[in-house]
């Protein structure tokens, strides 16, 4: 068998001896959206660390915590941190949770990401649905030796993000009052913000949104067959919109201020899955 999918059955294995995540329905959470694990009942928490083959998270924010237990009365596995190209991870090891989780046997997949908004019209604090993504990191977590036990060598793309799922959290928002926007999220490697003539380059591409995740894992996902859909917290405009400078502090704060509206829309959404 292939070498990483060993690494990955391994922690899948290691997993199943602690939980049952069959069914359950997987979410990120995002620089700054961690919050959400705290609302999790029955939770079982799982350091990264004591997960055979798992990375560990280098970046504030993302405490590195798996939690498994029940959102709204529905099984969920929520990753607290995801790991990122920037760290110097390779793809095979950004993906990893993904896969893991397709053997685990989840449902559906949820991505959430802290992004900056390229769409004039976006103010921080928007939530975007994510359409569709332009991977712009310069890799392909598919790279080298097709794993087979995951998917097929040349995977199609065209529903990358699950059509009914993005379709469910348009209605779920527009039911429950809060303004979730949609768009393109162009992947950028990082860990420097975007000049502001590569987010001209991004406008004029067709992206919405900007960030340094998430690309990767919906590869990942629709190569293992896993529906996925994802969401981005605009937390700021991107750089040479405003002329102001960016940091991550700046991050962390404007996903702060749109913490309540974020958890309510994930609850929503995870209830009619």
């Known amino acids: 068998m292939n070498e990483i999918y060993n690494k990955c059955l391994a922690s899948a294995n290691y997993l199943k001896s602690i939980i049952d995540a069959e069914d359950a329905i997987g979410i990120v959470l995002g620089s700054g959206l961690g919050e959400l694990g705290e609302e999790i009942d029955n939770a079982t928490v799982i350091d990264y660390k004591d997960i055979p083959n798992f990375p560990q998270t280098t970046v504030p924010g993302h405490e590195g915590k798996l939690i498994f237990g029940y959102l709204n009365g529905v099984k969920v596995l929520c990753m607290k941190g995801r790991f990122h190209f920037y760290e110097g991870h390779d793809m095979n090891t950004i993906v990893m949770y993904v896969r893991v989780m397709s053997l685990l046997g989840i449902k559906a997949l949820i991505l959430t990401n802290a992004a ?22 310069g890799e392909n977590p598919l790279t080298g030796v097709n794993i087979e036990e995951f998917g097929t060598r040349f995977p199609d793309m065209t529903y990358a993000i699950h059509p009914e799922y993005h379709d469910l959290a348009l209605q779920v928002a527009k039911e429950i009052g809060i303004d979730l926007r949609h768009g393109v999220y162009m992947g950028f490697k990082g860990p420097s913000f975007e000049t502001p003539a590569e987010i001209h380059m991004a406008e004029v591409l067709g992206a919405s949104a900007v960030g340094m995740s998430t690309v990767p894992e919906f590869i990942a996902a629709r190569h293992c067959g896993l529906p996925a859909i994802g969401i981005s917290c605009v937390t700021n405009l991107a750089a040479g919109i405003t002329g102001e400078a960016l940091s991550h502090e700046e991050v962390q704060e404007a996903a702060d201020l749109v913490k309540e509206d974020f958890k309510t829309l994930i609850k929503a959404i995870v209830a009619k899955m």
């Open 116 to 137: 900056g908004g390229v769409d004039r019209t976006f103010k921080p604090g928007t939530l975007m649905l994510i359409d569709d993504f332009i991977n712009f990191m």
